[in-house]
């Protein structure tokens, strides 16, 4: 099983951009138990975005209401929203994603996407 993340990318002051993370693989039965969302701006630490999990769905307080968190179970895919983007959200934006599969608990890393947003 592997996490792969998309959308990132560049985007001008006010944008949107929708980040995916996908878990896929072949064999296997699994389901998305809870996922997180960190950022790590180029040179800081990595801060906690947004968590979804069975205890509900929380957004750090200084992004609530510009981020979502969203899921798609069918597709084993989860979605960081991003909307109103500032220069200061620029940063590497990494998924980590807990799996439920056979008797036990995956936890999986994405390699992160790059989030560039000018002003």
């Known amino acids: 099983v592997e996490l792969v993340e998309s959308g990132g990318g560049l985007v001008q002051a006010g944008g949107s951009l929708r980040l995916s993370c996908a878990a896929s693989?072949?064999?296997?039965?699994?389901?998305?138990?809870?996922v997180d969302w960190y950022r790590q701006p180029s040179g800081e630490q990595r801060d906690l975005v947004a968590t979804?999990?069975?205890?509900?769905?929380r957004v750090a307080n200084t992004l609530r209401g510009r981020f979502t968190v969203s899921r798609d179970d069918a597709r084993n895919t989860v979605y960081l929203q991003m909307n109103n983007l500032k220069p200061e959200d620029t940063a590497l934006y990494y998924c980590?994603?807990?799996?439920?599969?056979?008797?036990?608990?995956?936890?999986?890393w994405g390699k992160g996407v790059l989030v560039t947003v000018s002003a």
């Open positions: 693989g072949s064999g296997e039965t699994f389901s998305i138990r809870a």
């Open positions: 979804s999990g069975i205890e509900g769905t």
């Open positions: 980590s994603v807990d799996l439920n599969i056979g008797r036990g608990i995956l936890k999986l």
